[in-house]
Antibody, heavy 118, light 106 residues
């Protein structure tokens, strides 16, 4: 059974940092690219970042480039999103998702809520 | 690449045919997926590569199109089909989603 479980969300002040983590089970994690996708309250989906299965390359949305980093530990089946210099507009539910192998997302976690507020 | 979905809201009854549109700002070949999202749930991949059903997607869902114009068709609506639908392109970085179409029960 496939499970992607996100953690690390919470309330953080503008300008501060937060690190999200996603632990995977039931998938060949070391062979899977992984994404982070976010959804602001009542809004649509926004792709945030992707990391290749071996961690050799990363891609980011323009809105987070230079502030967010993505990393993975294939020995622990985890992918992390380090979010720095957070802004109010980063407030969202953050989902991790498995790449189908074609830059489509075929498995999703339940999400973790990040609220950026003073 | 900007994806524009239409209509924003579609009101239909069970048993009717639903046609959802996604238009890309430039050609993306067939590099398009469709996702369904229900309240409080993560999205679910329905269609990828414009017309390929993902594992578990019922046959009443079909996708078509290429280039800039794409369509998701639900042949006969079931009660569980009323949800939000998003298209996503993978042709260029950054990956982008459309703004969504809400399919609601009339």
């Amino acid at each position: 059974q496939v499970q992607l479980v996100e953690s690390g969300g919470g309330v953080v002040q503008p300008g501060r940092s937060l690190r999200l983590s996603c632990e995977a089970s039931g998938i060949p994690f070391s062979a899977s690219g992984m994404h982070w996708v976010r959804q602001a309250p009542g809004k649509g989906l926004e792709w945030v970042a992707m990391i290749w299965s071996d961690g050799s390359d990363e891609f980011f949305a323009d809105s987070v480039k230079g502030r967010f980093t993505i990393s993975r530990d294939n020995s622990k089946n985890t992918v992390d999103l380090q979010m720095n210099s957070l802004r109010a507009e980063d407030t969202a539910v953050y989902y991790c998702a498995r790449d189908k192998g074609t830059r489509y997302m075929d498995q999703w976690g339940q999400g973790t809520l990040v609220t950026v507020s003073s | 690449i900007v994806l524009t979905q239409s209509p924003s809201t579609l009101s239909l009854s069970p048993g009717e045919r639903a046609t959802l549109s996604c238009r890309a700002g430039q050609s993306i070949d067939r590099s398009l997926a469709w996702y369904q999202q229900k309240p409080g749930q993560p999205p679910r991949l329905l269609i990828y590569g414009a017309s390929n059903r993902a594992t578990g997607t019922p046959a009443r869902f079909s996708g078509s199109g290429s280039g800039t114009d794409f369509t998701l068709t639900i042949s006969s609506l079931e009660p569980e089909d009323f949800a939000l639908y998003y298209c996503q392109q993978r042709n260029n970085w950054p990956l982008t989603f459309g703004q969504g179409t809400r399919l609601e029960s009339k």
